[in-house]
């Protein structure tokens, strides 16, 4: 992280927003007032993360922070300033799905997919910080997700099929 | 305007300037859900969430420090049971990376999860300014539905916590989790064998038992006086009626929470 | 704890085939059909790719937002939109004078306006479109429009909107209609009954609460307005919308985006006809809108709370011999698809039980509530609850075993239901014994990990017909099509909800024409490019939209052999289509591809194409016995079991164990199957313990998800599921459906559990812990 200075916004009322996302160093002005949300989704076009209840109660708008999950209708842009944010769609590397992205096609898990995109980038920091949960670490990880179609049982299938692919490729 | 200030000097200078004009932007679960429902617009933001002191935990003289900004996450590791259970139950991972100590008091529900388990560790809160620190107990901290002791150019700084106290916790709601609680409640035993009882979402903030841990401190735990004190409580609180549940269902689910957790406590 | 165990390899091995097929239908082995092939849309979902309503805005367009109702009952004196006008960033404000045509719709009844002109008559009603450069322009606009309302008192309940004085909330007043059922002489057999059971159920008003918020675009070229709005039934929208803004149908386009759930809760108009009011005045500029959670809430309609009052009689030895029911309706607002739900559920009243004299009679009330209308179960789902908790009740008097109970009085092959028709291949007592071995009911056992803990056993069992019904003109049609480039193209209208609709299309269209599932092109739900295939909705798509593919695809092979035969010079009968390839079967070297047939087909001036058409053959219903000879094509039958434990200290339940078994005919593609079971059975959970939207002065008090609960991932048990194929005649490749049953069949084993455990029904939905509790102090 870039060493902090005292920042504010400019007088016409934008901020020099300044972060890395998806692994691709950002600079660009931002009303300060919009949420991460709005502008991954408005401004920058980014629009795999989804808005569904607009008060933290579904994770559909879940973006990594730093590695961490975070719901990005309840953080102002500026907010991620100097800081690393990955989208859903920093997840595939050159046209290669994500192992979690793959296994959650393969299991079933994807309906009308709209809780999908939050529930991937669950996953992956559930099992980027704990590679081999157990059920009871799993739903930890996943319970700020609600999914209205699928009835969650083969999403928690594709999540232990992914922690077991991951675990198969460490060795 | 929106700052980001570096550290604490400057996040007190701007509030002092500002008063209640600049509102404190942390994790944003209250303030942001406000502004989304278009019940609130600040006409400054100072976002402390890149101030690296606030997010700091120490070990102090057999208490804990927790920065005003620690997080629900990081909470949700201590080895101190109350605290880290209630944390855990707050929302889900990304309300727990987002959501601070500090917010949830300053906010000050009635339903506030981590403010019981505070509330039964006899937590401290210091309140800084421009002015200087003070420190104060939390139950001294909440003056009322969603008021708090907090000036218009104070912060919370830190919340000191001990950590040989024996504790528990338990919700109660409508679902697995992600709950807003019914009611939610924490014990404790202090090293000096007297306990605390501590109640959210039964008043109009977070309360202590007085009643039912002066009868405890009198006659010590034992299942007898676990029922009294249960029956105690029944009558001290003073729960509504409201649309997640109704007052008596409120006094009974209390009482058999309490009893279940002084129990634990026992035979613990 | 168990793993769940619905593996793909898995889900194949569990289809359990019964000896029961027709003999005149034979499936045969199949290389598409049958398959748990992956959806053909996942890609794009996993990877945020996929483009839904809200996804194609743009900060160059111009956005909308609507004014609503400040009242639940009200005229409107005036409306004075100048000073909204005058902020700056509007671009347009308009009302009910600038909606061009009708200004009005509704699914049966066009008793809505879009823009409301005279009255109010819930807090959801519109009034005024604002369209701006940006969303705080239009929000901040909305504060500036004065209405000058007259408040009207509010009908709140069925009783106040049936007194004699009551304010008329339409000018009909206040009852929407009724709805009757006479089989039989119920009243005397009542009497001369051994046992009668009786009791009165009130259900609730649940939301659909799907994630994908209502939000689209619209453009007016001067020449076609495109809008671009999720809806389940694409061309009835179009003519509504048409009406509604005096547009010619010629000049009306709408095109479905990927669409995040609908659950019944985009059959009604939502959005379309402000996009489209606004882009007719703006000419050339592209308008969007979305609605936030709270409003998505407040403004759709709802499912039908209903008091049920269900009277029961039985023989000593537990045959039924008569029922007796009436339901109330709460309709709120307007009429919607009310009335075709009431039928529903009277027809549906005895569910999956042979009852020889039924009488029902149905009353739909208009309140001041929200509207409501179609969600997944359309009545069956209340009344479900209301026949299994009587069942229950019953078998408690007779000192019956409640499983012995119900399989004494199953519907049978041959047998009639309540609606008179006879329905040939009937599978509930097969359903109901493979669940009933599956959680070893003979052996259930009620120990406990603590005496506060009670155990509980629910059971239930569905009977519900497939489709609209009884004379509905509900056809669905189909267009396949060979590009040069040998990809097998199939159009449909039929709105991909997130159900896998895509999937269904494309495995029959390359199952019945014989090429890999790669080679199929699905085209969806644009009225420009694709067929009418009627809703997406009365579990219906599979065998209606899946039929006229299966046409389709049918007549364009016939047409493809005939092509390859002559140039072949081979005899046709002789020639197949297998693997993108027709080819003489005894001499199979003797072959051309499909691209090859397609350049040689295109030379000789064939079309390439084939339409298919399927019109259900159902017939009305008499509109005093509610009889039909045949009330839907087909039945489906299903039967769930459920394990709980009840906290009696708090009344929190904790469902150890559910099972559902549903017999879908054919499973086009079992994974997707088994997604439809544990997606209707989670959202029958919600219903059973947890869903209910709290109105209070016609006001929703809990319209975001922080107060509206919904299941999660820790609320959802393993739920195993059990696909049983008995292959319907008319279905496509013997498939018949299975969108609603599973959470038909979930409320009524859950409270039935809770019976089991505590030994007092629930009558009140949901119930909560505190309700339970209530009723354990009850006891």
Known sequence: ?171 | MFYQPKDIQKALELKAELKERGAFLAGGTDLVVLMNHGKAAPENFIDLTHILELRAIHKHNGTLELAGNVTHAQTGKLPIRCLAQASLSVGGPGIRELGTIAGNLATASPAGDGSAALLALDAEVELTSVRGSRRLLLDKFFLGYRKTALAADEMITKVIIPTNYQTDWGKNGKRGAMNISIVAAAVAITPKKEVRIALASVAATPIRCYQAEKLLAKNGLTAETIRQAVQTVRTEIKPITDHRASADYKVHVTGVMVRRLLENLVKA | MNRPTDTLGESAARLHVTAKSSGAYETGPMKVVGKSALRLDAVGKATGATKYGQDLFDKKFLFAKVLRSAHPHAEILGIDTRAAKKLPGVVAVLTHKDVPGTNLHGLIRRDQEVLCSKKVRYRGDALAIVVAKTEEVAVAALEKIQVDYKPLPSVLTMEDALRVDAPKIHAEGNVLGEKHLRRGDAPRAMRDADVVVEDTIQTQTVDHAFLDLEAGRARYDGKMLTIEVSGQWLHEERRLIALALGQPLEKLRIIQPATGGAFGGREDISIQIYLGAAALKLKGKMICLRYSRSESTIVRHKRHPIRIHYKLGAKKDGTLVAAQITFYVDKGAYASTGIAVMRKASSHATGPYKVPNVWVDVLGVFTNNNPCGAMRGFGAAQTAIAYEGLMDRLAVKLGMDQAELRRKNLVKSGDEVTTGQVVPYATATECFDAVLQRIDWKNRSYDTPAPHLKRGYGISIVCFGLGYGDGFPDASRARCRLTPDGILEVYSGACDVGQGLINMIAQIAAEEVGVPLEKVRPILSDTALTPESGSSSATRQTYFTGSAVHIAASELKTQLRDIAASHLQELVYEIKIENGAAFNVHRPERRMTLKEIARVGKKRGFSLEAMGVYKPPTMPENTQTGQSMRAFVTYLFGSHACQLLVDTETGEVKIERYIACHDVGKAINPDQVIGQIQGGVAQGIGMALMEEVVMKDGKIMNPGFTDYILPTIRDIPEIECIVMENPDPGGPFGARGVGEPPLIGTGPAILSAIYDAIGTPIRELPATPERVWRALLAH
């Open chain 1, 1 to 171: 992280m870039k060493k902090p200075v005292n920042a504010k916004s400019t007088r016409n009322g934008f901020w020099a927003l300044r972060f890395k996302l998806n692994g691709r160093k950002i600079s660009t002005r931002v009303p300060p007032t919009r949420t991460l949300l709005d502008f991954l989704r408005l401004e920058l076009g980014l629009t795999g993360t989804k808005g569904a209840c607009l008060e933290g109660e579904c994770g559909s708008c879940y973006v990594l922070v730093d590695g961490k999950p975070m719901n990005s209708c309840l953080m102002l842009a500026p907010q991620v300033q100097d800081r690393e944010v990955t989208t859903i769609e920093g997840l595939a590397q050159n046209k290669k799905l994500d192992v979690i992205q793959q296994k959650f096609i393969d299991c079933g898990a994807v309906q009308c997919g709209y809780c999908t995109p939050g529930l991937i980038l669950s996953a992956k920091a559930l099992l980027a910080e704990n590679p081999h949960p157990t059920r009871e670490e799993f739903l930890v990880g996943m319970e700020g997700n609600i999914c209205r179609c699928t009835g969650y049982n083969k999403i928690l299938r594709a999540c232990e099929q992914a922690a077991d692919a991951m675990g198969l490729k460490k060795k």
